[in-house]
């Protein structure tokens, strides 16, 4: 938290916000970790939190008899949360600079909100852990490294906060450095870009200006690291996937025999004339024309939400999938998967869910419970009874339909599912798909 | 042929993904439309979700009878001019059946008893799924609010029990007598909206460009002296300004902005350099630290 005293103007020019587009960054951490105050230091810092805002927070400081501004209360929203000073649930906080728009999705850093970690960062494009530097790695450190390698988050910044207190020990730092970069080591996931920043939140060091106390550090500031994030880098590439979320069929004068299959595509690009084949019918055909809006196009790029007709008159509907011909995913109805459990009522060997495929529902039953993993990499215990709330595990299923799938390591929508309740309809894990 | 590339902005996109995801799960979708610019730029993601065919749900409006005139007018001619179907339904309906009961005095507003009229209105049509344009960054309890969000048989929005929502998939099963509110730009923020609004060319109320108008002053804000259904003391004197409006709300709550920003891109210039959010100018937001937060367990939209 920022002291009062500390609270000088800006050091940065008035942000000016871009518009259209965010990087979305996944946090978590306790309030002791400095989390608020680095949060709070960002918006600040970006002149991100208005007037209004900011007297909001600094009468809320007073009330409560607080000599330093408590940003924790721009970011906890619920009355409970207020009320406990705690955060609950996942809070997403915008703060922008010249360069670029960012959403932080901010989560508690304990055992039991892994799901709320999991939420929040399932659609981050980049990741800070944050760490306390005179602590060094403890169990929170490894759980959320675990859950951005899990998750297969590409940037993940390792901010070592607090540096202050350990007179800005570059020692201090390389041992952390180390113990992460072990933690990797020891990862499947290769492709992560680990970056390591030592700072002081309390005081701004490094996080917008490069600090005089650290003349051994040299890298770049929190900020300047975050602004100059590639998002286009950030998400991985892979084969074509057109899941059909609907069918359009005008049946206008002007649109007599249109038949548009309206979608969003993943993992690459698809033109007019690609060769394709239907999910799962196996029917071929190639790509007649793109639909935006109004206007038509050659080519559609990655993460367009568009609509497609096809050259031959075939029968395509919600949930089937248009795929390159050899490309095709693998056509199953059994599924290894990494599972994250979310609900009270634990996960147990042949119970019944629905699982939700991308746009695609099927039943699906349990087989087996292969084990949990641990998530401070402390290895796995196998053959367990049952995935309690917040466990992460090996978990094996048969499906009521065969399913199109990719392994999460080569498609990260194709790859992930999510299990509900048919009993209360509530969302209670989250899966991806093994290799 | 056609050569040209084409690259969906990531947060139309998800709108327009989400639209078709509420067609395809949802028996009944209503579009909440205020004649506000978020509910604008909704019908325009909409439009384009489903184009050419047209959108395939009704537009309905929550009148609460103190809306801006110029927003009425436009309210009209647009749903006229797409040829969209308009349900209203009238606040003043549930003030004359004894439903709900007007507030008196200067912060008298009919703001929050929409709530009840929006209630009946779903269950009249039975409306399984309410798509409408909160967007995150607006509020503090709206920024934990899901994108497909459910709602008991009384509105209610169960804040500490919502379903976890990961990657883009969404989950819409509900019981009988339970509805989804739909945010399609949840993750907007008030200045992705007016950049939209000014790529897209789209047409908005003139009321939210700067204009002059009669006003005074009340606790530190502008508000019209033009509309006889925002109370005015006596003394609190009229003066001519250069106004406009940020957000299109009950004219009772809400007040207006200094401003020199006549067309769109000023409009997006100002918001830029803005150090008051948008809300702020929101009377109804003041009421407590957790006013948006009440209303939405009791079923605000």
Same mark, same amino acid.
């Given at each position: 938290m920022i002291r009062t005293k500390t609270y000088k103007s800006p050091t940065t020019s008035p942000s000016k916000k871009v518009g259209l587009g965010h990087l979305k960054i996944a946090t978590a951490g306790s309030v002791d970790d400095g989390k608020s105050t680095l949060i709070g230091r960002l918006l600040y810092d970006t002149k991100s939190l208005t007037d209004d805002k900011l007297e909001a927070i600094e009468e809320k400081s007073r009330q409560r008899g607080f000599d330093y501004l408590?940003?924790?209360?721009?970011?906890?929203?619920?009355?409970?949360? $207020?009320?406990?000073?705690?955060?609950?649930?996942?809070?997403?906080?915008?703060?922008?600079? $010249?360069k670029k728009s960012f959403i932080i999705a901010d989560t508690p850093g304990h055992i039991e909100y892994t799901r709320n970690m999991v939420t929040g960062a399932s659609t981050a494009q980049a990741s800070i852990v944050l760490i306390d530097a005179r602590n060094g790695v403890v169990e929170q450190t490894y759980r959320h490294f675990f859950i951005n390698n899990l998750l297969r988050i590409k940037d993940v910044v390792?901010?070592?906060?607090?540096?202050?207190?350990?007179?800005?020990?570059?020692?201090?730092?390389?041992?952390?450095?180390?113990?992460?970069?072990?933690?990797?080591?020891?990862?499947?996931?290769?492709?992560?870009?680990?970056?390591f920043i030592p700072l002081s939140a309390l005081q701004g060091d490094n996080l917008v200006s490069k600090s005089e106390n650290t003349p051994w550090y040299k890298g770049e500031t929190l900020l300047h690291h975050l602004e100059n994030l590639d998002a286009e880098d950030i998400n991985e590439v892979s084969q074509v996937r057109f899941p059909v979320q609907t069918v359009i069929r005008p049946k206008t004068d002007d649109y007599h025999d249109f038949r548009g299959y309206a979608g969003k595509i993943y993992g690459g690009d698809l033109e007019i004339g690609d060769e394709i084949v239907v999910l799962p019918s196996q029917t071929k055909s190639t790509i007649k024309s793109i639909h935006f809006f109004d206007k038509e196009f050659a080519r559609a790029k990655n993460g367009s939400s568009v609509t497609i007709t096809l050259n031959d008159n075939v029968n395509v509907s $919600?949930?089937?999938?248009?795929?390159?011909?050899?490309?095709?995913?693998?056509?199953?109805?059994?599924?290894?998967a990494t599972i994250c459990w979310m609900d009270k009522e634990p996960l147990k060997a042949s119970q019944k869910y629905i699982i939700k495929h991308g746009v695609n529902d099927a039943q699906a039953k349990i087989t087996q419970v292969s084990s949990i993993i641990k998530t401070d990499f402390s290895g796995i215990e196998e053959n367990p009874s049952e995935l309690e709330l917040n466990q992460i595990g090996e978990v094996q299923l048969k499906?009521?339909?065969?399913?199109?799938?990719?392994?999460?390591?080569?498609?990260?929508?194709?790859?992930?599912?999510?299990?509900?309740?048919?009993?209360?309809?509530?969302?209670?894990?989250?899966?991806?798909?093994?290799? | 042929m056609n050569q040209r590339t084409i690259q969906v902005d990531a947060l139309e996109s998800e709108a327009i993904y989400i639209f078709r995801e509420v067609i395809a799960q949802f028996e009944k979708p209503v579009l909440l439309f205020s004649g506000g610019k978020d509910s604008i730029t909704l019908v325009r993601l909409a439009q384009k979700a489903f184009y050419p065919a047209k959108i395939p749900f009704p537009l309905m409006h929550i009148d609460t009878g103190h809306n801006f005139p110029e927003t009425i007018e436009f309210r009209d001619r647009l749903t006229k001019?797409?040829?969209?179907?308009?349900?209203?339904?009238?606040?003043?309906?549930?003030?004359?059946?004894?439903?709900?009961?007007?507030?008196?005095?200067?912060?008298?507003? =009919?703001?929050?008893?929409?709530?009840?009229?929006?209630?009946?209105?779903? #269950? #009249?049509?039975?409306?399984? %799924?309410?798509?409408?344009?909160?967007?995150?960054? #607006?509020?503090? +309890?709206?920024?934990?609010?899901?994108?497909?969000?459910? =709602?008991?048989?009384?509105?209610?929005?169960?804040?500490?029990?919502?379903?976890?929502?990961?990657?883009?998939?969404?989950?819409?099963?509900i019981d009988l007598g339970q509805n989804v509110r739909v945010f399609p730009i949840s993750n907007w923020t008030e200045l992705d909206v007016w950049s939209y609004i000014k790529n897209e060319q789209i047409e908005i109320p003139s009321i939210y460009f700067a204009h002059k108008r009669k006003t005074f002053l009340r606790d530190g804000l502008i508000w019209s002296a033009e509309d006889a259904v925002v109370f005015r003391d006596k003394e609190e004197e009229v003066v001519d300004r250069m106004v406009r409006f940020r957000t299109v709300g009950d004219?009772?709550?809400? %007040?207006?902005?200094?401003?020199? +920003?006549?067309?769109? +891109?000023k409009v997006v210039e100002e918001i830029r350099d803005s150090s008051i959010s948008e809300r702020g100018a929101r009377i109804d937001d003041k009421r407590s630290e957790a006013a948006m937060e009440k209303r939405k367990q009791q079923g605000y939209f």
């Open positions: 408590d940003f924790s209360l721009a970011t906890d929203g619920l009355v409970a949360e $207020r009320e406990q000073g705690i955060t609950i649930d996942v809070a997403h906080i915008y703060f922008s600079t $010249r390792i901010a070592i906060n607090k540096m202050d207190l350990v007179d800005f020990s570059e020692e201090k730092y390389n041992s952390i450095k180390g113990e992460i970069e072990y933690l990797a080591s020891k990862s499947a996931y290769k492709n992560q870009n680990l970056t $919600r949930g089937d999938m248009l795929v390159k011909v050899n490309e095709e995913p693998t056509i199953t109805k059994q599924l290894n499906l009521s339909k065969p399913l199109l799938v990719d392994p999460y390591s080569q498609n990260k929508s194709n790859g992930s599912f999510i299990l509900i309740n048919p009993k209360t309809n509530n969302t209670v894990g989250v899966g991806f798909i093994a290799p | 001019e797409l040829g969209l179907e308009l349900i209203i339904r009238n606040v003043q309906d549930n003030i004359d059946n004894g439903t709900v009961k007007e507030e008196t005095g200067r912060y008298a507003s =009919r703001n929050m008893l929409q709530t009840e009229t929006l209630l009946d209105a779903i #269950e #009249e049509f039975g409306f399984d %799924a309410c798509i409408g344009g909160a967007r995150r960054d #607006e509020e503090k +309890a709206r920024a934990k609010e899901r994108i497909f969000s459910v =709602r008991d048989d009384f509105g209610q929005w169960d804040e500490k029990n919502q379903r976890p929502e990961v990657f883009d998939m969404l989950n819409g099963r004219m009772s709550c809400t %007040a207006a902005v200094l401003s020199h +920003a006549v067309d769109i +891109a």
